[in-house]
C-alpha cells in the first residue's frame, strides 16, 4: 500500500509541478497585426518612421560608398569611364560631374595625395519615397594632388564645402543624383559639421 501511494503522490506531484511551470510561464495571447513589425523598429517608431530612416541610412550609406570610390579613383590617377561602384551609387548630373572631374584628372596625369573627409551628413528635405535630401560637410584640406614628376599642382579652390544633396531610388538602389555645392570658409553653424 505504501508503494502505491507513495507512486500516487509522485505522480500527483508531476502533475501539479507541470500545472505550475505552465500557469507561470505562460503569458496571455497576444493579438497580432497585419504586417508584423520587425525588431529593430522602436516602440515608438511607426512603420513610416521606420521607412523613411532606412531610406535615409540607405542614400547616406550610397553617398559615402560613392565618395570612397572616387578618393580611391583619384589617387589611382583618375578614370575614363565609370567604374560598377560609381555606376551603383551615382546617376544624373551628380555622376557626368564626377566622371568630368575623374576624366580631368587622368588626362593631366595627376594623382591626389589623400581622399575627402566627409564629417557630417544630416537630413535635408523632404522624403518621398524614391527621393531624399542629404547636406554632408566635406573637407578637402589636406586632399593635394601631384603629377607624374611629383611636382604639387593642387588647383586654386580645393578646400571646405557644403553639399545639398539629391539622392534617388533607381531599380530599388540608392544613389546620388545631383549636388549644389558651396564652398564655406568654415563649417561653424553648419548642421553637418559633428
Known sequence: MALRRRGFVSVGAVVACCALAAACTQEPAQT???SPTPAATTPTESQIERQMRLDYEAAEEAYRTNMAE???LYKAGGA?????VLKA???G???RISLESLRDVHDAGWKATAGTKILGVVRDGGWKGDRVGL???EDNEIVRFVNKSGKDVTPDGLARYVQALTVVRESGHWKVSAASTTKVKTFE???CAA
Do not use: E, F
Open 70 to 72: 572616387q578618393d580611391r
Open 32 to 34: 497580432s497585426s497585419p
Open 89 to 91: 551609387t551615382a546617376t
Open 80 to 84: 575614363l569611364k565609370a567604374t560598377p
Open 135 to 137: 547636406t554632408s560637410c
Open 93 to 95: 548630373s551628380y555622376l
Open 189 to 191: 553653424g553648419q548642421p
